[in-house]
């Protein structure tokens, strides 16, 4: 059930993406000065992303995305509700003295209240979203009672008769206690994992050994199509019984889930075609009644749909924050088809047979009939609940085991997450690194869809290329350990070689001659220096992406040497590396790529590990060092979310014709707006 691949920091990006090239498998070819990075505290970042194909979409697209969007976020409450049960008070209070406190905000201890208010809105509550433990503010209870007091009473989440200073009596503890409620997921195995977890799964008077019977007995071991049990409701002990309070309509969680309803029911109006119209219903569907089985049926069709143009996914999903795995955390994503990333997937796809032709391996490597492979990436429009503001790069759902086995799955790249990822990580990077004003011209107008096209030319027609001599066997048995380094070598080579194609120009995915230098410029710089911040001191390369650019890398600085192909400078101690003939470095890496091929092909295991291991695998020691201290002084906070988009429906004669997307800036503005118009749950005290 670990299907979601989640980013920790730009460190851990690479190799999640199977076969792709990390963090450089970003779909978008629109420069802009757009701000994606707005601001860091503690140790987040807040980033931004933009919609590309927004503006492509029919206006009933639009409507579908919209109705979807609000369907997404009516569910927020429901993920900081789940994650502990205190945390919507908190919430609500921490609001109100943004909105009202009356004192003086120019102090460092209200910068204080407001960055651990800011890590609670990140979180989803009072825990850190990734290590689950509960958040300690940097300021005194004193100073939190001052806030409290001097705010708006109205705005505070009061009970009946209760007073400012009961309210501040049972959160104080929960707030500034370290031993209460400590963890929200506990997974130390000697513990019970029930009662030493925070979360709101479960009811305060059970045990793991309670929960543990009670999901043996429901459970029929011999379904061969079982549904997740428990996956959507807590379990509770009422009268010495355990029972289940199930999260639908009429059930736990009404106030939101009936919003969610609403708005699924008005999507379903507007669907793109009849199977879309389906799973969408179904899913309303379930949420009205909460059975499982009907969960199961929408999870079938949803992966059924594979045209769509707008798709999402709703529910209670993933099941982390339940040590025992049972309980589904809400999420949201709305998300829309790249049209840039498929059209021109498609333009070099369709072409496959003239690259094969045209490269530089030995005509007897060459294939026949070269068919290009298909990618699939998407742009996300907003991400609620769980998803959101950490997110997952990559989607691969559903997680019932019998469904994928059955019907299959569909994995997914969040295109225009990443794409912010890398441009928020890169230009503080890039200002480091590149050598002059000219390399970081270069990179900032191209360098996004110079990546684009080498992730796509890597995939569609570089794996693709090229056949084995008949009787050799798999690179798998005849390169070994060696073969995914040399594999995804032969990949790169097939892309960085045909880059500076003029084939690009007239197949109208290039917009000159010059745009490939970007590429050129960052596979090198990061080829023999920034990916070494990955690696621990003392450490050699492992990961095959990594050794295969490390590889190629040095292996056309080595060879291009005596002409001074790729210069290495100092400067103020600082070591650079400069390309200083374009031409003849893809004349270099058309002969690697001819090398590689010709062992892929022969199964020249020797050679193979020759070039690996000399090339591919040791780190220069002074050079890492360097690199890692550089990286230092950039401060690079580990964890980042994102503000999401808004979308704004535009009436006509009281019907929605149109809807406006626009891009906010201000984490705290938009976490309020959020509290303003999707507060749907009741707090009780
Ligand atoms: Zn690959």
Redesign the pocket.
Known sequence: MKNKILILSFLTLTGFLG??KGNENVIMNKEDNFKYLTEQFADLAILRYQVPGWDKLTAKQKVLAYYLYEAALSGRDIFYDQNYRHNLVIRKTLEAVVNSYKGSRDTEDFGKFMVYTKRVWFSNGIHHHYSMRKILPEFSREYFNDLVNNSDASLLPLAENEKPEDLLKTLIPVIFDPDIDAVRANLEPEADLIKTSANNYYGRNISQKEVEQYYDSVEDKNDTTPVWYGLNSKLVKENGRLTELVWKEGGMYSAAIEKIVFWLDKAAAVAENDLQRQWISKLAEYYRTGNLETFDEYNILWVKDTVSTVDALNGFIEVYGDPLGHKGAYEAIVSIKDFEATTRIAAISSEAQWFEDNSPIAPEHKKKNVVGISAKVINVVVESGDASPSTPIGINLPNANWIRKEYGSKSVNLGNIVYAYDKAASEEVLKEFAYDDEEIRIAKEYESLSDNLHTDM??VIG?ASGQINPGIGTPKQTLKNYASTIE?AR?DLVALYFLPDKKLLDIGVAPNDEMYKAEFNKFIRNGLMLQLQRIKPGDNIEESHMRNRQLISKWVYEKGMKENVIEKKTRDGKTYFVINDYSKLRGLFGELLKETQRITSEGDFKSARNLVENYGVKVDPVLHKEVLARYEKLNIAPYKGFINPVLEPVFTNGEITDVNVSYPADFTEQMLYYARNYSFLPVKN
């Open positions: 076969c792709q890597h995939e794996h995804e990949a």
